[in-house]
C-alpha cells in the first residue's frame, strides 16, 4: 500500500503495510523557537509551502513529534495535509508530555500516553495515526506498560501500527513480548554509526523497519556548516550545545564533510545527499527522515530516493569512519 502521489522507488516498510520513499520530510526544526531542543524561530508559511513542495515531488511520509514545539510541529503538519485528497503517511511519537510551564518531561504510563495520542489526532486532524512512536524508552522500567498502551490503541483503530524510537536491543525484546515491533527509529550518520553494531541487525533479522534520523547529522554534513556559522546560530539551537559541533570533534567532522563534497561533485549532487545515500545503503534501513524547511531544502535532497553510491566511495567513506575512530 502506497499513500501520496509518487513516481519515486518505494520500499517495504517492515511487517506493515506501507510502501514508503527512500526519504521522508522530517519535521523537527518544524516546531519553532522557545523549547529546549529548538532549532530557532521558523516561518510556519515556508514551512507549509516546504511540506507542499516534498509532496508534489512524491515524497510520500512526514515523520512528526507531539514533542516538537510543544505541539507546534504536529499543528504544522495538520495545516499542511488538510484538505488533500491523496494524503501522505503521517508518522508521529509520543512519551514526551510537558506541564504547564513548557517543561517537557519523560512519561510511558498508560494514560498519559492514551492522552498524548488523542492531542496529537486533534492536532493533525487525522482519524488514526499512521506509526505512533514511543519517543524514548524513558523511564526504563515502565517500558511494557508504553508498549501496551501503544498496542492498545492500535487495536483500537487510534493508530495503525507501532514503533519504537531509540531502544536498544535489549528493551527491543523485551516490547516483543508484549506486541510487535513495526519499525525502530535510531539515530545513523557517518558521524554515528554505532547502531550497525546490535541494533541494525537485529531489526533486519525481526523484520523491523528502520527510518534513521539525523543522516547528515543536524546540518553538520551538508557543506553549509562551517564554525564561523556555528557560532552564529541563535541561543536556543540546540547544537550549540553537541560535542560534535565544538572541537576537537568537529574537525574531524568537517574532513568528512570534505570527501562528501568531492564525491558530490564528480556526481552532481550536494554533499548531504552523499551522506544520506551512505545510510541507505544498509541493507537493514528502510528509508532516511531529513529536515526540511523551505523548498530550496526539499530540492537540495530530494535526489537522495535515487542517488546511490559506488562501492568504491562506499569504501573511502568506511575508511573515514575508520581513521577518526
Not at 148 to 172: D, P, T
Not at 271 to 297: C, D, E, F, H, K
Request: proline share 7%; charged share 25%.
Amino acid at each position: 500500500m502506497t499513500k501520496g502521489h509518487t513516481n519515486l522507488p518505494v520500499r517495504q516498510f517492515g511487517n506493515t503495510d506501507m510502501q514508503i520513499t527512500p526519504v521522508g520530510f522530517g519535521s523537527w526544526a518544524l516546531g519553532g523557537g522557545g523549547w529546549v531542543y529548538a532549532w530557532g524561530p521558523q516561518d510556519d508559511s515556508e514551512s507549509i509551502t516546504a511540506i507542499h513542495h516534498a509532496m508534489d515531488l512524491g515524497i510520500n511520509w512526514i515523520d512528526t513529534a507531539a514533542g516538537y514545539g510543544l505541539g507546534h510541529s504536529e499543528e504544522v503538519v495538520g495545516k499542511s495535509i488538510a484538505g488533500m485528497t491523496n494524503p501522505p503517511y503521517i508518522f508521529t511519537k509520543c512519551g514526551l508530555p510537558w506541564n504547564e510551564k513548557g517543561e517537557i518531561y519523560d512519561s510511558l504510563k498508560r494514560n498519559s500516553l492514551r492522552r498524548e495520542c488523542e492531542n496529537s489526532l486533534k492536532r493533525l486532524n487525522v482519524g488514526a495515526i499512521d506509526l505512533y512512536q514511543i519517543h524514548w524508552p524513558r523511564p526504563d522500567e515502565d517500558i511494557e506498560e508504553g508498549w501496551a498502551a501503544l498496542a492498545e490503541l492500535q487495536q483500537e483503530g487510534k493508530v495503525r501500527w507501532i514503533g519504537a524510537s531509540n531502544f536498544s536491543v535489549s528493551q527491543m525484546k523485551r516490547a516483543i513480548e508484549i506486541a510487535p515491533i513495526s519499525s525502530l527509529q535510531p539515530p545513523y550518520s557517518l558521524i554515528k554509526p554505532d547502531v550497525e553494531k546490535e541494533i541494525l541487525p537485529f531489526c533486519l533479522d525481526h523484520n523491523i523497519g528502520v527510518i534513521v534520523y539525523s543522516p547528515m547529522y543536524s546540518g553538520l554534513l551538508t557543506g553549509k556548516m562551517t564554525a564561523e556559522r556555528i557560532t552564529k546560530m541563535p541561543d536556543d539551537d540546540w547544537r550549540q550545545n553537541d560535542p560534535e559541533f565544538k572541537p576537537p570533534r568537529l574537525e574531524g567532522n568537517l574532513k568528512i564533510v570534505e570527501t562528501l563534497t568531492e564525491i558530490g561533485k564528480q556526481r552532481g549532487v550536494q554533499p548531504g545527499v552523499v551522506a544520506i545515500a551512505w545510510t541507505l545503503r544498509n541493507p537493514a534501513v528502510t528509508a532516511a527522515i531529513v529536515g526540511m524547511r523551505s523548498p530550496s531544502q526539499v530540492d537540495g535532497i530530494f535526489p537522495a530516493n535515487e542517488f546511490r553510491l559506488s562501492e568504491a566511495e562506499i569504501k573511502e567513506l568506511d575508511q573515514l569512519i575508520a581513521d577518526k575512530l
